[in-house]
C-alpha cells in the first residue's frame, strides 16, 4: 500500500513511538489523525498544518473509545488505516499494594479493551476501503512474559492472539492485520528502566514498512531472537526474560 493521501488513525500519537510514526506517516503525505489523551499535547500537535485532525479521549474508559469510534465514523468514511498503538505499563509485581484494582481496570481497558472497541467500531468503515490495513503495537512480551508487568504482558498477549484471530476471520484483500512486537524501546514509558533500547525511530520504520510491503507479525530486532528461542525452548527463553525486571 502506497501511503500517499491515505487516511491514517493514530492512538497514542502525542508521544514515543506513536510520535516518531506521526512524523513517518507525515513523511509519507498520509492524512494523520492522532488520537491521545493529554489536550495539551493535542493542542501543539493541531499546529502543525501536515496533520489532518486531532481528537482527545481517554482510551481506558470504554464509553468514550465507543463515542470516538462513532464521531470518527460520520466524520472520516475514507479511513483506511487504523494503528492501535497507545498504551501503558505498570512496572509493579501483580501482588503489591499499589496494584489496586482501579490500576488493573486501567491497564486492561487501554491496552487491550480499547485496541478491541476501536477496532470493532470502525470495521464498517474500513471494510468499505478497497483497501484497509489494521496495525496492532504489541511487544515482544506477548510472547514470553518478563517479571514484573503481569498485567502489561497479559494485555500483550490478549493483542497478538487477537490479532491473529481477526486475521483468519477477514480475508486479507478486505483488511490486512499487522502487529508489530518491539523489544524494550527508549520512550517515556520505559524512562529510568532497561538497558540497551532501541530508538522509537527504528520501530516507527519497522511499522511503515509492513504497512508498505504486505508484512503480518513484524518481530522488530531481539525480539526475533526472542521469537526463535520461544520456539526451541520455551522453558529457555521463559529463564532469560525472568531477569528482566
Ligand atoms: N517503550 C517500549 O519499550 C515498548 C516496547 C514494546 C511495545 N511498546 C508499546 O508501544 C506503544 C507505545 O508505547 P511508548 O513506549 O511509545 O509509550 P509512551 O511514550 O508512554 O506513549 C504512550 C502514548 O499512549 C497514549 N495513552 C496512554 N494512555 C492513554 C489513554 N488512557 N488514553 C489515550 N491515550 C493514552 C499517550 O497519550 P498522552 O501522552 O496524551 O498520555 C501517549 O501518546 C504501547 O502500546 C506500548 O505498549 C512499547
Same mark, same amino acid.
Given at each position: 500500500? @502506497?501511503?500517499?493521501?491515505?487516511?491514517?488513525?493514530?492512538?497514542?500519537?502525542?508521544? !514515543?513511538?506513536?510520535?516518531?510514526?506521526?512524523?513517518?506517516?507525515?513523511?509519507?503525505?498520509? &492524512?494523520? +489523525?492522532?488520537?491521545?489523551?493529554?489536550?495539551?499535547?493535542?493542542?501543539?500537535?493541531?499546529?502543525?498544518?501536515?496533520?489532518?485532525?486531532?481528537?482527545?479521549?481517554?482510551?481506558? @474508559?470504554?464509553? =468514550?473509545?465507543?463515542? #470516538?469510534?462513532?464521531?470518527?465514523?460520520?466524520? %472520516?468514511?475514507?479511513?483506511?488505516?487504523?494503528?492501535?498503538?497507545?498504551?501503558?505499563? %505498570? @512496572? +509493579?509485581?501483580?501482588? =503489591?499494594?499499589?496494584?489496586?484494582?482501579?490500576?488493573?481496570?486501567?491497564?486492561? @481497558?487501554?491496552?487491550?479493551?480499547?485496541?478491541?472497541?476501536?477496532?470493532?467500531?470502525?470495521?464498517?468503515?474500513?471494510?468499505?476501503?478497497?483497501?484497509?490495513?489494521?496495525?496492532?503495537?504489541?511487544? $515482544?512480551?506477548?510472547?514470553?512474559?518478563?517479571?514484573?508487568?503481569?498485567? *502489561?504482558?497479559?494485555?500483550?498477549? !490478549?493483542?497478538?492472539?487477537?490479532?491473529?484471530? #481477526?486475521?483468519?476471520?477477514?480475508?486479507?484483500?478486505?483488511?490486512?492485520? +499487522?502487529?508489530?512486537?518491539?523489544?524494550?524501546?527508549?520512550?517515556?514509558?520505559?524512562?529510568?528502566? $532497561?538497558? &540497551? &533500547?532501541?530508538?522509537?525511530?527504528?520501530?516507527?520504520?519497522?511499522?511503515? %514498512?509492513?504497512?508498505?510491503?504486505?508484512?503480518? =507479525?513484524? *518481530?522488530? %530486532?531481539?525480539?526475533? +531472537? #526472542? *521469537?526463535?528461542?520461544?520456539?526451541?525452548?520455551?522453558?529457555?527463553?521463559?529463564?532469560?526474560?525472568?531477569?528482566?525486571?
Amino acid at each position: 500500500m @502506497n501511503l500517499h493521501g491515505v487516511k491514517v488513525l493514530i492512538t497514542g500519537g502525542t508521544s !514515543g513511538i506513536g510520535l516518531k510514526l506521526v512524523e513517518e506517516l507525515i513523511r509519507e503525505k498520509a &492524512k494523520v +489523525i492522532v488520537v491521545g489523551r493529554s489536550e495539551e499535547k493535542l493542542q501543539l500537535l493541531s499546529q502543525d498544518q501536515q496533520i489532518n485532525s486531532v481528537y482527545a479521549c481517554d482510551l481506558s @474508559n470504554p464509553q =468514550e473509545v465507543i463515542r #470516538l469510534s462513532e464521531k470518527i465514523s460520520q466524520h %472520516h468514511p475514507d479511513l483506511q488505516v487504523l494503528i492501535n498503538n497507545a498504551g501503558i505499563q %505498570h @512496572n +509493579i509485581l501483580f501482588a =503489591e499494594a499499589t496494584s489496586t484494582s482501579e490500576l488493573i481496570q486501567s491497564e486492561v @481497558n487501554t491496552n487491550f479493551l480499547a485496541p478491541l472497541l476501536l477496532t470493532r467500531g470502525l470495521l464498517p468503515v474500513l471494510t468499505k476501503q478497497t483497501q484497509a490495513v489494521l496495525v496492532n503495537m504489541s511487544s $515482544g512480551l506477548a510472547l514470553t512474559p518478563k517479571f514484573k508487568s503481569a498485567v *502489561y504482558c497479559g494485555t500483550k498477549g !490478549g493483542l497478538h492472539i487477537f490479532s491473529k484471530a #481477526l486475521r483468519i476471520q477477514y480475508d486479507p484483500q478486505t483488511l490486512r492485520v +499487522i502487529e508489530i512486537l518491539p523489544p524494550a524501546v527508549d520512550t517515556p514509558m520505559t524512562a529510568g528502566r $532497561g538497558r &540497551k &533500547k532501541i530508538s522509537p525511530e527504528m520501530v516507527a520504520k519497522k511499522t511503515i %514498512h509492513a504497512i508498505t510491503n504486505q508484512k503480518k =507479525e513484524v *518481530y522488530v %530486532h531481539k525480539t526475533k +531472537i #526472542l *521469537y526463535w528461542l520461544n520456539r526451541l525452548s520455551p522453558t529457555l527463553a521463559q529463564q532469560l526474560m525472568k531477569q528482566f525486571k
